[in-house]
T-cell receptor, first 113, second 116 residues
Framework: GENVEQHPSTLSVQEGDSAVIKCTYS??????FPWYKQELGKRPQLIID?????GEKKDQRIAVTLNKTAKHFSLHITETQPEDSAVYFC????????????FGTGTRLTIIP | GAGVSQTPSNKVTEKGKYVELRCDPI?????LYWYRQSLGQGPEFLIY????????DSGLPNDRFFAVRPEGSVSTLKIQRTERGDSAVYLC??????????????FGPGTRLTVL
């Protein structure tokens, strides 16, 4: 089955600087890669996703890049703000018609004011 | 509109007891997923429903775990003879029909299960 690895496990960034979180996946059939943000005690919420026919996607301060050959994808947050502090999870899904997600182990992002 | 809801929000039980966890998906969402999240980990897939049928139950850890969705809406996750290792947050997610492609999964707030 699919295996997703995520790094780093913790990340501290000065407010206003950029943050990058990286994930690798094992199943070359995977073709959907969402990123979820989870605040303490809250539910995971989708912040951005990318499909395999696209190499990069951007939404305001958030961007995701995908390298299918290397089987890795990354989340980029620019101009970080204190409200960006949370745990971020990458995930992968590969079977059309069954979008069960395989999650990474998460990155705890702390924005230092 | 209302999001995914789960009840109870917290459940404390004793080892060996039976528990039921309920999920109300977003109206019109035919796909429903159950995940389990242990402390410091990402959600782990348990079971997926498309309509009333369990399309993939490969994530259920053993036969103590069972889930139903009899009318294609509300789902119940049932755990028999609970063990301390079952303690976790159980998350439910729903999405539009998966037959048309990949759709966002909306998560519920979870049920925190504690087995003493």
């Amino acid at each position: 089955g699919e295996n997703v690895e995520q790094h780093p496990s913790t990340l501290s960034v000065q407010e206003g600087d950029s943050a990058v979180i990286k994930c690798t996946y094992s199943d070359s059939a995977s073709n959907y890669f969402p990123w979820y943000k989870q605040e303490l005690g809250k539910r995971p919420q989708l912040i951005i996703d990318i499909r395999s026919n696209v190499g990069e996607k951007k939404d305001q301060r958030i961007a995701v890049t995908l390298n299918k050959t290397a089987k890795h994808f990354s989340l980029h947050i620019t101009e970080t703000q204190p409200e960006d502090s949370a745990v971020y999870f990458c995930a992968a899904s590969g079977v059309f018609g069954n979008e069960k997600l395989t999650f990474g182990t998460g990155t705890r992002l702390t924005i230092i004011p | 509109g209302a999001g995914v809801s789960q009840t109870p929000s917290n459940k404390v039980t004793e080892k060996g007891k039976y528990v039921e966890l309920r999920c109300d998906p977003i109206s019109g969402h035919t796909a429903l997923y159950w995940y389990r999240q242990s402390l410091g980990q990402g959600p782990e897939f348990l079971i997926y429903f498309q309509g009333t049928g369990a399309a993939d139950d490969s994530g259920l850890p053993n036969d103590r775990f069972f889930a139903v969705r009899p009318e294609g809406s509300v789902s119940t996750l049932k755990i028999q003879r609970t063990e301390r290792g079952d303690s976790a947050v159980y998350l439910c997610a729903s999405s539009l029909s998966s037959s048309g492609g990949y759709n966002e999964q909306f998560f519920g707030p979870g049920t925190r299960l504690t087995v003493l």
